[in-house]
């Protein structure tokens, strides 16, 4: 399929479709572009697509989302002698798309981005909606912007080479997603088993309508101003402070699928919970092995840690904390400002014994 | 006087009066903010502006427009707490406009910025049209964005620290503005003698002139898309060619003298001048102590090295040079691709001898 997501003034052109990386490299021919890749994905695909462009190739992981690579990206263009009218063209998972879209950003005050995601994460989430971005020593995407892709090619095809671990990852915001929508899609991951991955049909369907959440919210809230978008921070307030507190040693969805159980306790302490689904959102988190208590050493994860970390959100307001929890499978509630007790206690809950720290 | 600039989507409120800063100050009370300003403009306002906020300071000069420096800049904000409602105002000219926008462009994806510049040629230039940026090893303004001011604050009143020779560098900005736009505008900068400079009546009609030829420009074509924007750079092709030759030892408005010089004799030799206005602009460049002739030693400006600088302008289509040619006052030409030859004589000319190096 293909639609056209608008960003503000801005829009995308979204396709989803098996093999639709093809259709894109037909697009550049002809146009300066550069590819931002990493090495796995180099060593994947390089020998198949975009055979004639350059590719600056970063190291695989969070750690390239830096700004010293930022400004050897810059500079490595420069010397390509790409000018305003040159394409960026990111084939990779979050981290490249986060990194080569902020490029593109700012080389020359913005040139065209194309966006071409290789991880399920990348594909459901990061790569729809504009937003861009490098990590400092303080925190994560703490600089960045809102620079809708030109075009955003999500091909399933480009998973075969994805590991089953990082398919995991993003499961985490499929099912994520799924409790923001509700109908048709929390159906839909319930009845996707891990043997569906290998179904070129059932995945490409599972990727789309996964995909459209995000399309919709961005479509209604492209700069996070009427609360709409941040509602996609289920799981994450929690998530965001897991990951610093473990510097980032635990996968992304790995935080997200206990910051959504985290999420899922909190509501209920706060009697907000109207659809107890504990029990099938835990199953789920299970089918994909994410976790569902935190993993050791739990030292990290001490409550000073986790407050501090919390107290990091970008989207705190006034210095409160900001909370996005499940109602029912279908709808969520922002709270700002919770009970720092039952805070604590949601997140307590994630220990394996549920000893409060 | 105010008004509305729009760029594009976005718009920018501009205040162009005497001691409109304190206004600017009044608006921000009560608001979580950052000022981003120099160390001699912090000497000069620190102890009567902005008193109540903190002060972020920076080396005055180009060598502050560095990713080193906006990468602590993010960080020192991080720290401070500022969060997404926060504002990010610039004090200060040229440099400190730039690099504070960009600054404020992509903390945690953009907060608001407010500009308040403090040269003449900050005013009457830089902090209209959004244009953000800071410079890379392979040359200036490589990374940034458009990124409109909220509010740009014009008051003449903070030139009265600005040193005599920086007043320079923004008339040569000013006599560019007026070959621009001719009328009324071309009159008014031939009637306008140094002792009017302290004439606040008098400064404030002429900057407010000179701004608003900028304005309309930007307004017709934010992006620089449909080559009227791009007809600002009269005089900066050769100009950034110079800046880079001398290594940035000359001020920008010297070098764009220099180039305003060159672009009318590259147009009389391309037969493009209607009316040979050399002998007014010659006469108003001196009336300013702007430079009509290269400054020693001359080896640094060897064609080889100049044809290289003009080689990297970024306006560059195609790898052609590309000018932008005074017809007469009020109307210029843009020139893809003339013959190297005339380019290079234009430039020779600027020679103390005219001699061809």
């Known amino acids: 399929m293909e639609c056209i997501v608008s960003l503000g003034q801005a829009s995308s052109e979204l396709l989803i479709a098996s093999g639709c990386r093809q259709r894109l490299a037909q697009r550049l021919e002809g146009k300066r572009a550069v ?3 990493d090495r796995h994905l180099q060593d994947a695909w390089g020998a198949s697509l975009f055979t004639d462009l350059p590719w600056l190739v970063v190291p695989p992981g969070e750690e390239s989302k830096s700004v010293e690579r930022v400004s050897s990206l810059w500079s490595q263009m420069v010397r390509l002698g790409l000018d305003r009218q040159s394409v960026v ?82 499961m985490a915001e499929v099912i994520k997603h799924a409790i923001l929508q509700g109908e048709p899609l929390w159906s839909l991951v319930r009845s996707f088993q891990p043997t569906h991955a290998n179904d070129p049909e059932a995945l490409c369907r599972l990727v789309t309508e996964a995909v459209l959440v995000k399309v919709e919210v961005v479509r209604q809230d492209p700069y996070e101003k009427t609360g709409l978008r941040a509602q996609l921070n289920l799981g994450h307030t929690y998530g965001h402070a897991i ?115």
């Open 35 to 37: 590819v931002i890749s």
């Open 89 to 170: 063209v990111a084939l990779g998972g979050g981290v490249v798309g986060d990194l080569a879209g902020f490029v593109a950003a700012t080389y020359l005050r913005g040139v065209a981005f194309y966006s071409l995601p290789t991880s399920l994460l990348a594909m459901v989430d990061a790569s729809v909606g504009g937003k861009v971005g490098i990590d400092l020593p303080e925190g994560k995407n703490l600089a960045g912007q809102f620079y809708p892709a030109h075009t955003v090619a999500v091909d399933p095809e480009l998973l075969d080479t994805l590991p089953a671990k990082e398919f995991s990852q993003g």
């Open 243 to 357: 990951e610093w507190c473990a510097d980032y040693s635990l996968g992304h969805g790995e935080a997200v699928a206990l910051g959504l159980i985290a999420d899922l306790r909190l509501s209920r302490a706060l009697g907000t919970l109207e659809v107890d689904f504990e029990k099938d959102m835990l199953e789920l988190l299970e089918r994909w092995s994410l976790p569902t208590t935190l993993p050791t050493p739990l030292e990290r994860f001490d409550w000073d840690r986790v407050a501090a970390a919390l107290g990091r959100d970008k989207k705190n307001k006034d210095g409160q904390w900001c909370f996005v929890l499940p109602v029912r499978p279908g709808k969520v509630l922002t709270v700002n400002g919770p009970s720092v007790d039952l805070v604590r206690h949601a997140f307590s809950s994630l220990r394996p014994h549920g000893v409060l720290s």
